[in-house]
């Protein structure tokens, strides 16, 4: 079980890879713990944490199709260093500003909206790129399990350590931290032995290969769908971590540590459902367990939504998130495995517009919704559509396996016919 869990691991740099990019995204998720707190004790407004993600994530949604075609036209390797250095120089600005003492909200707002560009680059490149730097193409799925383990655990360890930095130092030592952290994967992609670089020669221009690539999707039906239903899930119930500052600070009458623990409940459930992917054998049907995960999301979503028990309220935490980590993951993974190589960088792209589109429109629909119906019942209502979503995805693949079940069939019809 053990080799079968950490396979990937056999590729020297994929190892070097998980490494740096394991303390990066410690402080990564420091920092958006940081951002909400700040946020959240500057306006005391649901709705701003709203605002927050969308500028935190929309500007990813205006250049993540450009950022595809960039990851399939140029080196990936060094397009993914290019926005490491920069994330770390945001970091450091972000850091100045909230030192400074003197800084207003929109402040804050255009430096998210700064990391939203870069991260419309870097996405594509860094899910592009780690298919090459798995040697053995059959490990892709476990690298790919292997990467949201290590994104989940960041989120149990960053959250919980933002919260006692952000009590006990303040807010401008949790993201000077983040620019520091920057450091490792930065040195461990300098490290990387990968296959040089050689440039495709094309004719198309950038809205061209845009076309190509959105034509590839429709002609590709279980890669439209799974984008389809992610694009659902981010703009209906992924925003729902908006509204987890709320909780802490009047359900629970908590500190930023409060907000720390509720947000590393959701990432222990994460990082227990990534372990469980990783370890699962090559030709799982990993939809099928999208489908189970998505009705496990909702159903720990309305536990939570309208719990005040605060042992009760992380267990439920922990149970959604179990159920989120699969959202992002298995659509990943089936995409990367489905997509074809030349094709990679724009599909991933298509997939990240879903994340980074509909979470920032979906955070201001949330944060609009919880303004006027209530925060409890608005998180409630964000885990009734996960599980009609999944639901709906469970109807899906019957109807799939039915029309894959008939076909065989009607072959053999077809060949009687045909010898007759």
């Known amino acids: 079980m053990e080799i079968e869990t950490f396979r990937a691991f056999k590729s020297r740099n994929y190892r070097l890879f998980f490494s740096g990019q394991s303390i990066s995204l410690i402080g990564t998720w420091m920092q958006k713990t940081a951002v909400s707190w700040v946020v959240y004790a500057l306006t005391h407004s649901t709705l701003m944490l709203g605002v927050s993600l969308f500028a935190s994530q929309f500007p990813s949604f205006l250049f993540t199709l450009i950022g595809g075609v960039v990851s399939d036209r140029?080196?990936?390797?060094?397009?993914?260093?290019?926005?490491?250095?920069?994330?770390?120089?945001?970091?450091?600005?972000?850091?100045?500003?909230?030192?400074?003492?003197?800084?207003?909200?929109?402040?804050?707002?255009?430096?998210?909206?700064?990391?939203?560009?870069?991260?419309?680059?870097?996405?594509?490149?860094?899910?592009?790129?780690?298919?090459?730097?798995?040697?053995?193409?059959?490990?892709?799925?476990?690298?790919?399990?292997?990467?949201?383990?290590?994104?989940?655990?960041?989120?149990?360890?960053?959250?919980?350590?933002?919260?006692?930095?952000?009590?006990?130092?303040?807010?401008?030592?949790?993201?000077?931290?983040?620019?520091?952290?920057?450091?490792?994967?930065?040195?461990?992609?300098?490290?990387?032995r990968l296959p040089k670089f050689i440039p495709k020669r094309t004719n198309k221009n950038v809205r061209e290969e845009l076309v190509d690539g959105f034509n590839y999707i429709k002609r590709t039906p279980s890669l439209a769908f799974i984008i389809i239903m992610l694009g659902l899930i981010s703009l209906f119930v992924l925003p729902y971590t908006t509204l987890l500052p709320y909780y802490a600070r009047d359900v629970f009458k908590g500190t930023a540590t409060t907000f720390g623990w509720i947000d590393s409940a959701v990432g222990l459930g994460a990082l227990c459902g990534a372990i469980f992917l990783a370890s699962q054998k090559t030709g799982t049907n990993l939809k099928r367990i999208l489908a189970i995960n998505t009705l496990i999301f909702g159903s720990g979503l309305i536990l939570f939504s309208h719990q005040h028990n605060y042992a009760l309220a992380l267990v439920f935490a922990t149970v959604a998130g179990f159920g989120q980590m699969s959202q992002i993951t298995i659509s990943n993974t089936i995409i990367q495995t489905t997509a074809d190589i030349n094709m990679r960088g724009r599909v991933i792209s298509f997939y990240a517009l879903a994340v980074f589109g509909m979470q920032p429109i979906g955070g201001l629909l949330v944060g609009f919704i919880s303004k006027h119906v209530g925060t409890m019942d608005t998180l409630l209502g964000e885990g009734v559509v996960a599980i009609l979503i999944g639901l709906m995805h469970m109807r899906f693949l019957r109807k799939a396996k039915a029309k894959a079940e008939i076909k065989p069939v009607a072959d053999v019809q077809q060949e009687a016919v045909s010898v007759a």
């Open 74 to 192: 140029y080196d990936r390797h060094k397009v993914l260093l290019i926005t490491q250095v920069a994330s770390m120089i945001q970091a450091v600005l972000l850091a100045l500003l909230v030192l400074s003492k003197h800084f207003n909200v929109w402040e804050v707002l255009s430096l998210s909206a700064v990391l939203g560009i870069i991260n419309a680059f870097d996405v594509p490149a860094r899910q592009s790129l780690v298919y090459e730097m798995v040697e053995d193409k059959s490990d892709l799925p476990n690298a790919l399990a292997l990467n949201s383990s290590m994104v989940n655990l960041s989120k149990l360890i960053g959250p919980a350590i933002a919260g006692f930095v952000l009590e006990k130092l303040g807010e401008d030592v949790c993201f000077f931290l983040n620019a520091a952290s920057f450091v490792a994967v930065i040195f461990s992609l300098t490290m990387m």
